[in-house]
């Protein structure tokens, strides 16, 4: 069945350098994978998404890299900061679906 | 991007009654959900609400237990029925706007504990 996965639970970094969150899926048919930031007591933030038809997005201090050919995601974010601290999910819809389905969540912890 | 407002944002109820979480979106959006977050835990999707009709139940959750009500393009709620601890979590509206029909947004959430 459809399945998205992280392989770290937790990841800690020092303030100012920069982090890397992975995801892996299982979906095949997924065409649109997004980021979301939680923080503590606060629903799911959007932060960036990214088609299967492409394999980079950038944002603001962010970067969503996709490698269809191993079905991995990651969100990579620059020069962190202590406002960065929350768990990161990714999510999946598959192909002329709504529903997103979502990760496991990491825990992006920085130090100051 | 839509913002969305739930209520109440926490309670706490006893066992054997039920709790309606009411969610409002400031703009018209097509697809409203329902999730659900148990402590520590990632989103599980519970149902779409499907505005003038029935919502559409994901595997494990049944409308007897998650009724869910849509009545226009921009409210829903969500019922948990006879309330046991094992419901203690929290619950998570969503919305896919209308011109974006891509990603989408979250209320903050309704901690919900059961006693």
């Known amino acids: 069945g459809e399945s998205v996965g992280l392989h770290l639970p937790t990841l800690s970094v020092q303030e100012g350098d920069n982090s890397i969150i992975n995801c892996a899926y299982s979906n095949s048919a997924s065409d649109y994978f997004i980021w979301y930031k939680q923080e503590s007591g606060k629903g799911p933030q959007f932060i960036i998404d990214i088609r299967s038809n492409m394999d980079k997005r950038q944002g603001q201090r962010v970067t969503v890299l996709l490698n269809k050919t191993v079905k991995h995601l990651s969100l990579q974010i620059a020069a962190t900061q202590p406002g960065d601290s929350a768990v990161y999910f990714c999510?999946?819809?598959?192909?002329?679906?709504?529903?997103?389905?979502f990760g496991q969540g990491t825990r992006l912890t920085i130090n100051p | 991007s839509a913002v969305i407002s739930q209520k109440p944002s926490r309670d706490i109820c006893q066992r054997g009654t039920s709790l309606t979480i009411q969610c409002q979106v400031d703009s018209q959006v097509t697809m409203m959900f329902w999730y659900r977050q148990q402590p520590g835990q990632s989103l599980t999707l519970i149902a779409t609400?499907?505005?003038?009709?029935?919502?559409?139940?994901e595997s494990g959750f049944v409308i007897d237990k998650f009724p869910i009500s849509r009545p226009n393009l921009t409210f829903s709620t969500l019922t948990v029925s006879n309330l046991s601890p094992e419901d203690s979590s929290i619950y998570l509206c969503?919305?896919?706007?209308?011109?974006?029909?891509?990603?989408?947004?979250f209320g903050q959430g309704t901690r919900l504990t059961v006693v």
């Open positions: 609400a499907n505005q003038g009709s029935e919502a559409t139940y």
């Open positions: 999510a999946e819809k598959g192909q002329g679906a709504q529903k997103l389905v």
């Open positions: 969503s919305a896919l706007g209308t011109k974006s029909n891509t990603e989408a947004f």
